[in-house]
């Protein structure tokens, strides 16, 4: 799908903490602020059980679960926008993401000291957006001098323009960002060249103490109070790296059990980052191998088939779909079958998360 995640933050949040948690890229933790200044990149697994289900299922030669590319974003600080600290690379690599996993800081820890003298998430919440909003800002009236002047010498085009821009930097101006905005597919595309970085979903995780790993604590629920709509999940980071630590399963169960935990925390976040990207799952299962295949949410079933191969696509007949529910209820394709679950979908059929698909083509 070539999409990706950035992991945002400010400096000594427990980013990369986290990164490594998830990642087989194992980033270099300081604390220090600056101490690097490039982002780390990751391809990860996707955890999902239903892949696990299948396979007990129908027994196979080889797995493939989804993956989904996490890009770790070297630590921000005030005045970013304005070059500060590595500012610039920072604003640059969150422009190519096309969602944000917002790191933030609450947890207190005396050895470990703040960018900004006191732990307060909502604060660091507000420093990250301003950065993004200025930056946002600077871009906007960037375009809205020259649509200005296409639209003085008469260009009908840029009327729409302009109007679009003035309202968006509006929004900016009053600090706010413009994914509260409702915005209409001809305003997206006024400004889809400029890759906004207040455009991009985002959600937030909450870097806890060990002992708030199942229940957060004041300042999590001071994030989850104050972001709005937007998604929160708690994950205690210096736990989850013992839990990473760990190779062996009965071992790991063990540790999840003690800490309360039914599975990693990070395993939600990676869902989560996911499903954000607004990406979705169909699986294809036989004796030489149960794959998880990444679509976008509203693909068809000829553009799902051209994931697997360009060739089904183009020579697509028909696709041969069973619900995932169903094939767990039922146990084989020939018990669906028998039970009147099959479906047999053509080009406008649009795939849902978790079927399970057998392509027809003829090339």
């Not at 610039?88 to 096309?98: M, V």
């Not at 071992?251 to 309360?260: P, T």
């Not at 169909?282 to 679509?295: L, P």
Request: glycine share 6%.
């Amino acid at each position: 799908m070539a999409l990706n995640c950035g992991i945002i933050g400010l400096t000594n949040s427990g980013k990369t903490t986290i990164f490594n948690c998830m990642s087989k890229t194992k980033a270099e933790i300081t604390q220090y602020a600056f101490s690097t200044n490039k982002s780390n990149i990751g391809i990860v697994d996707v955890p999902d059980p239903r892949l696990d289900k299948l396979t007990e299922l129908v027994p196979t030669r080889k797995v493939v679960p989804a993956t989904v590319e996490l890009v770790d974003i070297p630590g921000l600080t005030k005045g970013a926008s304005q070059g500060e600290g590595i500012g610039n690379q920072f604003l640059a690599d969150i422009r190519n993401s096309n969602a944000l996993i917002h790191v933030v800081r609450c947890f207190d820890d005396e050895n470990l000291p703040h960018v900004e003298g006191s732990v307060d998430p909502v604060r660091d919440i507000d420093l990250v957006e301003f950065e993004l909003q200025v930056k946002d800002l600077e871009l906007i009236e960037r375009k809205l001098e020259r649509q200005k002047k296409l639209l003085a010498v008469g260009d009908k085009s840029a009327k729409f323009n302009v109007d679009t821009l003035t309202r968006f930097k509006e929004k900016l101006e009053n600090f706010e960002s413009l994914r509260e905005l409702e915005i209409s597919d001809d305003e997206l595309a006024v400004v889809r060249d400029l890759q906004l970085l207040t455009l991009k979903p985002v959600l937030y995780v909450c870097n806890v103490d060990e002992a708030s790993a199942t229940t957060g604590n004041a300042y999590s629920k001071r994030v989850e109070e104050s972001v709005k709509d937007a998604e929160v999940l708690v994950i205690a980071g210096a736990l989850e790296a013992d839990i990473a630590e760990l190779d062996d399963e009965e071992d790991r169960k063990a540790f999840l059990e003690d800490a309360g935990l039914s599975e990693p925390g990070v395993d939600k976040l990676i869902r989560a980052a996911y499903h954000l990207l607004n990406l979705r799952t169909f699986f294809t299962v036989g004796e030489k191998e149960n794959r998880a295949w990444t679509i976008k949410n509203g693909y068809t079933a000829p553009q799902a088939a051209g994931v697997i191969h360009s060739d089904l696509e183009r020579g697509f007949i028909r696709a041969e779909v069973i619900k995932y529910d169903d094939f767990v209820k039922y146990g084989s394709e020939a018990a669906v079958k028998e039970a009147g679950k099959f479906h047999v979908e053509g080009k406008n059929y649009v795939v849902e998360d978790g079927d399970l698909l057998n392509i027809r083509f003829n090339v």
